[in-house]
């Protein structure tokens, strides 16, 4: 598939909003876990999360700054959603480890539909080190 310019702008955007708000979540939650991370279980995990927020900021900068490390940045990305999601439900949710690979399974799946949109998005960009700011409107 090669959409238009202004369908991988579209896509491009839905992409960075979900990243935006993946890093708005998982920072606040990970930072308001703190204090009842009593477990190491529960430590791991708020890192994970905080890390998992930190790699969504990191994604949405290198879109537009530093493509070079675009890839590598978007397939820790998807394993950091992937990894968060299914412990969490496990370590505060109280799941089983059953619902929790399944609860991880769902977050690959989303995370690779947001990869999809998020390179396709992309495509076109200027150059390693000038990202897609050539490209945008405006």
């Known amino acids: 598939m090669n959409p238009s310019p202004p369908l991988r702008r579209v896509f491009l955007a839905l992409a960075l909003l979900v990243l935006l708000a993946q890093a708005w979540t998982s920072l ?9 991370s009593r477990t190491i279980a529960r430590r ?23 493509r070079r490390w675009l ?33 991880s399974g769902a977050a690959l799946l989303a995370a690779l539909g947001v990869l999809w949109l998020w390179r396709v998005g992309t495509r076109g960009g200027t150059s390693d080190s000038g990202g897609m700011m050539g490209r945008l409107p405006g």
């Open 28 to 36: 606040s939650g990970g930072i308001q876990r703190i204090p009842e």
């Open 44 to 66: 791991v995990q708020t890192v994970a999360e905080i890390a998992c927020g930190l790699l969504s900021l990191l994604g949405v900068v290198s879109t537009f700054r530093g």
């Open 71 to 103: 890839r590598w940045i978007q397939w820790c990305w998807v394993g950091s959603v992937t990894l968060v999601a299914g412990p969490s439900s496990v370590v505060w949710g109280r799941a089983g480890p059953l619902r929790g690979l399944l609860v």
